[in-house]
């Protein structure tokens, strides 16, 4: 099966799991039947769901008791052994028997086991955490969203290069342009990492993405900057800002339309844009997080989200290793 791509599934992390795990690789399976997943977790329990629902030929299980907790700490979390999921999930990706791993387990063990398992693409000193932000006209990558406080212009340059080679692993028909993420547009604004950085992305020309200049927080959802770089202090604020915001505007929304009768009437009529403006937001529809940086593809799903959710991310998954993501980074590092 040399076209299958080999996706290494940590079956026993985060919320429901591993039901929710299960139900999302059937629910990927029925609209992509060319990948093999490789499960982690207890076989008893795994069987039991999966049996009948996919093709043996799709699928192997690799079994074991012993999981991540999700109140692990990442110290914790490596002492709890090499036989967890995640940790066998993420030693299969190292010993290339599969080309990409995801977990929707704990988000710091999984960067740590991951950093533990895998070397770092050469010339990239820090990983990075990126994902999936919905605006006007699409996605946009957003990198760095919490594995770095601190970050060195460097640091910011090479976020640049992993973001734009995420882009275009995903959306390979297009030269992405980069905004840095800053409190204001002015090339004077902001501390002197992001002045250096500016500098640096400025003179020094790439033929993996256009620079842009500065992107301010409220201009992220505008669609005009396909990849946004910035600290993972700065990155996972803004991405939680965010996320709360959509939610308050899904639960106003509900609650203006259930409350009276002119609410009712209004949503009946407008049903149908409703419906798709609910989706626009729908956060299981951009889940999964990735870890670049590393020589191999590590994927983080929320530990909350249901099965479409987790469905999603093994699309990112597949989308990622065909897109050759890994060689693209290499090739412009």
Not at 304 to 323: H, R
Request: glycine letters at 8%; one cysteine or more.
């Amino acid at each position: 099966m040399p076209d299958f791509v080999k996706i290494a599934v940590d079956a026993m992390g985060g919320e429901n799991s591993p039901k929710k795990v299960i139900d999302g690789i059937i629910h990927n399976h029925q609209k992509n039947d060319r990948i093999f997943y490789k499960i982690f977790g207890n076989k008893n329990e795994i069987e039991k769901l999966i049996k009948k629902n996919i093709d043996t030929n799709n699928f192997e299980i690799i079994h074991t008791e012993n999981f991540v907790q999700s109140t692990d700490s990442p110290l914790e979390a490596a002492k709890r052994g090499k036989d967890t999921s995640m940790w066998l999930a993420i030693e299969s990706v190292k010993k290339k028997d599969t080309d990409i791993i995801i977990s929707a387990g704990n988000t710091g063990a999984l960067l740590v086991i991951a950093k533990l398992n895998l070397k770092m693409i050469e010339n990239i000193d820090k990983p990075a955490l990126s994902a999936l932000w919905p605006n006007k006209s699409g996605m946009s990558v957003v990198l760095d969203l919490g594995a770095n406080i601190e970050c060195s212009p460097k640091n910011l340059f090479d976020f640049s290069i992993m973001g734009a080679s995420l882009y275009t692993s995903l959306y390979p028909n297009k030269k992405p342009n980069i905004g840095l993420l800053n409190i204001g547009s002015e090339e004077l604004k902001g501390n002197e990492n992001i002045k250096e950085t500016y500098k640096i992305l400025n003179e020094k020309k790439s033929t993996n993405f256009d620079f842009a200049g500065y992107i301010e927080g409220n201009q992220i959802m505008d669609g005009d900057i396909n990849v946004i770089i910035s600290d993972g202090f700065t990155g996972n604020i803004a991405l939680k800002t965010a996320e709360g915001t959509a939610n308050f505007i899904i639960k106003e929304l509900k609650r203006a339309m259930t409350n009276s009768l002119l609410g009712k009437i209004s949503s009946i009529l407008n049903y149908s844009n409703l419906n798709k403006f609910k989706k626009r937001l729908d956060p299981r529809l951009y889940n999964g997080a990735i870890f670049l940086g590393l020589d191999s593809p590590v994927v983080k799903s929320h530990g909350g989200t249901d099965f479409i959710g987790f469905s999603n991310s093994l699309s990112v998954c597949d989308k990622i290793v065909k897109g050759n993501l890994i060689e693209k980074i290499k090739w412009n590092i």
